[in-house]
């Protein structure tokens, strides 16, 4: 499944070094699709395959939770445009 991060972030530095620390130890299984900020660097969305929304869940907070805070979703694939299947 495709799950969505949506974060608003407090320390776009730190969060952005601990995402570049993360993206090379994706769990098993997992794909990051997209990683994306708003030109500010007070929001960002993230896209990442993986078995469950616990599991990026899980994995993210390990990695970004002390600067931001992030809400996580399962992407409605079937309706989306330009997310790879």
Same mark, same amino acid.
């Not at 799950?3 to 952005?16: G, I, N």
């Not at 599991?55 to 996580?72: C, I, K, W």
């Given at each position: 499944?495709?799950? &969505? +991060?949506?974060?608003?972030?407090?320390? /776009?530095?730190? !969060?952005?070094?601990? &995402?570049?620390?993360?993206?090379?130890? &994706?769990?098993?299984?997992a794909?990051?699709? &997209?990683?994306?900020?708003?030109?500010?660097? +007070?929001?960002?969305?993230?896209?990442?395959?993986? /078995?469950?929304?616990?599991?990026?869940?899980? !994995? !993210?907070?390990?990695?970004?939770?002390? @600067?931001?805070?992030?809400? @996580?979703?399962?992407? /409605?694939a079937?309706?989306?445009?330009?997310?790879?299947?």
């Amino acid at each position: 499944m495709h799950v &969505l +991060t949506v974060s608003a972030v407090s320390d /776009d530095t730190k !969060f952005w070094n601990a &995402l570049k620390k993360a993206h090379s130890k &994706l769990p098993t299984g997992a794909k990051w699709v &997209l990683a994306v900020a708003s030109k500010d660097g +007070t929001q960002a969305v993230n896209v990442i395959v993986h /078995d469950s929304v616990a599991g990026v869940r899980e !994995f !993210f907070e390990a990695s970004t939770g002390a @600067y931001a805070t992030t809400a @996580y979703f399962e992407a /409605d694939a079937a309706n989306a445009v330009g997310l790879p299947r």
